[in-house]
């Protein structure tokens, strides 16, 4: 299987936020099939790819996303998280991961002394990183 | 088979924006107007405000209601609001004088008891322990004395009010699901006991909802706000704010305004749906929704539709958000600019705390064991180093590093000048092109969240409509 390094975020999204002194990171995989939806709110009805096509490329990079997103997975990419406790929850209807990291934030927003304090741009960190990704994922219709 | 409901929000936290309201109203057919104020902090701010002014509710939504309260009233539009905060009857009386000053008949519904300081005393002598989720311990053995302490209510209480012929509803620490579900039972004659005595289809019907609460709370972060690719949103220099059509079974479509700026996709309702949650099962107290059974359909242009999701029983316990005031705390950043970073880094450590970088990396983030080595008398000290790592900076942004230090102490002298004084002083004799990215600022006071539950009975809910109480509250 050939690889390409590129960020993880090239077709995956990821939303963080906090909940007390606990942080989490919702993972999703752009569907090729949002992209046509996207077009469509674009107003831009006649380019949409095959649906057939889309979904099995979607759930091609949803299992790899499965693969990379592990609990050791996260502690390599966010070495901060590395003695924190983790739980990865996978939500395949979603072709989703959230993951908990229990404590990164101390006692909550107010008591914490993280640069930032709510880990409103942990997400981006975690799409930062770059990874090996199959190039089969990325030859797909274009995210 | 009732039509849809049409809930707008129009805010995701106390001080978002202060024209959604009116834009909301004004853009288009809506039947409720709800938006949620109050995030964890909130709670802590408006203690702060209460402290100092007197009351502990939300003000700008005051200033957002003077602005729509006469079109409300004019097309029937109910307003659902968690404004109230620490006072939501001191805000039911503050909405009164103002439909009263405008001429605006208006009947003022409002949901109290979520509450529980009056009655702590009370309650840990029951047995409460108020066990940190996070810890395990209790409020006793941390030896906490809490200053807020509000168990998060539902949404049945919200549709009493409204079914009880209130025109606006304001409520304190309500779950900010609980600002749709309450009107969508209220609109669709769902019944509460039917779901909690085993009723699946009510049972799924509530939990669409509360999804439907779940991704409209925050205001623009389900139409393309903080969208990680937020390069395909349109217009998101002004995006419009989320509304959702709940359907009698729950099920709901997800949209904006026409007109308005960003979008609403299958993945920025994704998005949102992923945002501060835990496993799947996502309680609240109606009903706990299973969100592995959501299913996403982009269903037209900014038009997500929600549906499949299967509800569960609701939890035995209800969350509580509690705060203490954990004591003072103060920060300077000192920038580190060019060469030998971490032997800039160092000289400084040593020079203000009598700390190496290689003894602050060893101790880790443990703030008390670290306060204890340095020669700061300080409870805690916490020390960040933000290395920009990029070799022969061209631009200003390359060359500059941060120190970040942070202390933290039950007497705020110690933290104050005590703390920065020593720094500042430093600033010719340490190391080259030492500077502070801010001037030293004096102590502030800091919350310590803790999180916990109490048991329902525990809880009275209080429901009044014009100043008449309801009867049948239920958290």
Same mark, same amino acid.
Request: net charge negative.
């Given at each position: 299987?050939?690889?390409?390094?590129?960020?993880?975020?090239?077709?995956?999204?990821?939303?963080?936020?906090?909940?007390?002194?606990?942080?989490?990171?919702?993972?999703?995989?752009?569907? =090729?099939?949002?992209? #046509?939806?996207?077009?469509?709110? +674009? /107003?831009?009805?006649?380019?949409? @790819?095959?649906?057939?096509?889309? $979904?099995?490329?979607?759930?091609?990079?949803?299992?790899?996303?499965?693969?990379?997103?592990?609990?050791?997975?996260?502690?390599?990419?966010?070495?901060?998280?590395?003695?924190?406790?983790?739980?990865?929850?996978?939500? =395949?209807?979603?072709? #989703?991961?959230?993951?908990?990291? +229990? /404590?990164?934030?101390?006692?909550? @927003?107010?008591?914490?002394?993280? $640069?930032?304090?709510?880990?409103?741009?942990?997400?981006?960190?975690?799409?930062?990183?770059?990874?090996?990704?199959?190039?089969?994922?990325?030859?797909?219709?274009?995210? | 088979?009732?039509?849809?409901?049409?809930?707008?929000?129009?805010?995701?936290?106390?001080?978002?924006?202060?024209?959604?309201?009116?834009?909301?109203?004004?853009?288009?057919?809506?039947?409720?107007?709800?938006?949620?104020?109050?995030?964890?902090?909130?709670?802590?701010?408006?203690?702060?405000?209460?402290?100092?002014?007197?009351?502990?509710?939300?003000?700008?939504?005051?200033?957002?209601?003077?602005?729509?309260?006469?079109?409300?009233?004019?097309?029937?539009?109910?307003?659902?609001?968690?404004?109230?905060?620490?006072?939501?009857?001191?805000?039911?009386?503050?909405?009164?004088?103002?439909?009263?000053?405008?001429?605006?008949?208006?009947?003022?519904?409002?949901?109290?008891?979520?509450?529980?300081?009056?009655?702590?005393?009370?309650?840990?002598?029951?047995?409460?322990?108020?066990?940190?989720?996070?810890?395990?311990?209790?409020?006793?053995?941390?030896?906490?004395?809490?200053?807020?302490?509000?168990?998060?209510?539902?949404?049945?209480?919200?549709?009493?009010?409204?079914?009880?012929?209130?025109?606006?509803?304001?409520?304190?620490?309500?779950?900010?699901?609980?600002?749709?579900?309450?009107?969508?039972?209220?609109?669709?004659?769902?019944?509460?006991?039917?779901?909690?005595?085993?009723?699946?289809?009510?049972?799924?019907?509530?939990?669409?909802?509360?999804?439907?609460?779940?991704?409209?709370?925050?205001?623009?972060?389900?139409?393309?706000?903080?969208?990680?690719?937020?390069?395909?949103?349109?217009?998101?220099?002004?995006?419009?704010?989320?509304?959702?059509?709940?359907?009698?079974?729950?099920?709901?479509?997800?949209?904006?305004?026409?007109?308005?700026?960003?979008?609403?996709?299958?993945?920025?309702?994704?998005?949102?749906?992923?945002?501060?949650?835990?496993?799947?099962?996502?309680?609240?107290?109606?009903?706990?929704?299973?969100?592995?059974?959501?299913?996403?359909?982009?269903?037209?242009?900014?038009?997500?539709?929600?549906?499949?999701?299967?509800?569960?029983?609701?939890?035995?316990?209800?969350?509580?958000?509690?705060?203490?005031?954990?004591?003072?705390?103060?920060?300077l950043?000192?920038?580190?600019?060019?060469?030998?970073?971490?032997?800039?880094?160092?000289?400084?450590?040593?020079t203000i705390a009598?700390?190496?970088?290689?003894?602050?990396?060893?101790?880790?983030?443990?703030?008390?064991?670290?306060?204890?080595?340095?020669s700061l008398?300080?409870?805690?000290?916490?020390?960040?180093?933000?290395?920009?790592?990029?070799?022969?900076?061209?631009?200003?942004?390359?060359?500059?590093?941060?120190?970040?230090?942070?202390?933290?102490?039950?007497?705020?002298?110690?933290?104050?000048k005590a703390f920065t004084a020593p720094l500042i002083e430093a600033t010719?004799?340490?190391?080259?092109?030492?500077?502070?990215?801010?001037?030293p600022?004096?102590?502030?006071?800091?919350?310590?969240?803790?999180?916990?539950?109490?048991?329902?009975?525990?809880?009275?809910?209080?429901?009044?409509?014009?100043?008449?109480?309801?009867?049948?509250?239920?958290?």
């Amino acid at each position: 299987m050939t690889t390409v390094r590129l960020p993880l975020g090239t077709f995956i999204g990821a939303r963080s936020g906090d909940k007390g002194g606990d942080a989490n990171v919702g993972a999703w995989v752009v569907a =090729p099939v949002e992209s #046509a939806a996207v077009r469509l709110s +674009h /107003g831009r009805n006649s380019d949409l @790819v095959s649906t057939a096509d889309a $979904v099995a490329v979607a759930d091609a990079r949803y299992a790899w996303l499965l693969s990379v997103l592990t609990v050791d997975g996260v502690r390599a990419l966010l070495p901060e998280t590395r003695d924190l406790r983790i739980e990865v929850h996978a939500l =395949p209807n979603l072709r #989703a991961v959230n993951i908990v990291i +229990h /404590g990164i934030l101390g006692r909550g @927003v107010a008591e914490t002394t993280r $640069v930032d304090p709510q880990a409103k741009g942990l997400g981006e960190h975690l799409r930062a990183r770059i990874v090996d990704i199959p190039t089969s994922l990325i030859d797909g219709p274009a995210a | 088979m009732t039509d849809p409901i049409r809930i707008a929000n129009c805010s995701g936290f106390f001080g978002d924006r202060l024209a959604a309201a009116r834009e909301m109203v004004d853009g288009g057919p809506i039947d409720v107007l709800t938006g949620d104020w109050l995030a964890e902090l909130t709670m802590l701010i408006l203690m702060r405000q209460k402290l100092k002014r007197g009351n502990g509710f939300a003000g700008t939504f005051l200033t957002q209601l003077e602005q729509v309260l006469g079109t409300c009233s004019d097309r029937g539009i109910r307003i659902v609001s968690n404004a109230g905060g620490l006072d939501p009857l001191a805000l039911g009386e503050a909405v009164d004088e103002l439909a009263t000053r405008l001429g605006i008949p208006v009947r003022v519904g409002v949901v109290s008891g979520d509450d529980l300081m009056p009655r702590m005393a009370e309650l840990l002598q029951s047995g409460e322990g108020f066990v940190n989720l996070d810890t395990g311990e209790t409020l006793l053995e941390a030896g906490a004395v809490p200053i807020t302490a509000n168990a998060y209510i539902g949404g049945e209480p919200i549709a009493d009010a409204l079914r009880g012929g209130a025109d606006v509803v304001v409520t304190g620490r309500v779950t900010d699901a609980a600002l749709v579900i309450g009107p969508a039972a209220w609109w669709h004659g769902w019944n509460f006991a039917a779901a909690r005595a085993g009723d699946q289809a009510m049972r799924d019907a509530l939990a669409g909802a509360l999804v439907a609460g779940h991704v409209i709370e925050c205001g623009a972060q389900a139409c393309g706000g903080n969208y990680a690719f937020f390069r395909d949103v349109p217009g998101l220099e002004h995006p419009g704010l989320p509304i959702a059509e709940v359907a009698a079974d729950g099920s709901t479509v997800i949209t904006k305004h026409e007109g308005t700026g960003g979008m609403v996709t299958i993945g920025t309702v994704t998005a949102q749906l992923l945002y501060e949650i835990g496993g799947p099962a996502y309680a609240n107290p109606d009903v706990t929704a299973d969100f592995a059974t959501i299913e996403l359909e982009q269903v037209g242009r900014d038009r997500v539709r929600i549906g499949g999701t299967k509800g569960l029983p609701e939890p035995q316990r209800l969350k509580v958000a509690m705060n203490y005031l954990g004591g003072f705390r103060n920060s300077l950043t000192l920038v580190l600019t060019g060469l030998d970073v971490e032997a800039k880094a160092d000289l400084a450590l040593r020079t203000i705390a009598g700390l190496s970088l290689e003894q602050v990396r060893s101790t880790g983030t443990d703030a008390v064991a670290l306060a204890a080595q340095s020669s700061l008398s300080v409870r805690e000290l916490a020390v960040e180093l933000l290395d920009s790592g990029i070799d022969d900076p061209a631009q200003p942004g390359d060359a500059q590093s941060f120190l970040r230090i942070t202390v933290k102490d039950p007497d705020d002298a110690k933290v104050g000048k005590a703390f920065t004084a020593p720094l500042i002083e430093a600033t010719l004799s340490s190391y080259p092109g030492m500077f502070p990215t801010t001037p030293p600022g004096p102590a502030s006071p800091y919350g310590v969240y803790w999180p916990t539950t109490v048991a329902r009975e525990n809880v009275t809910v209080a429901v009044q409509v014009a100043d008449e109480p309801l009867v049948g509250g239920t958290p």
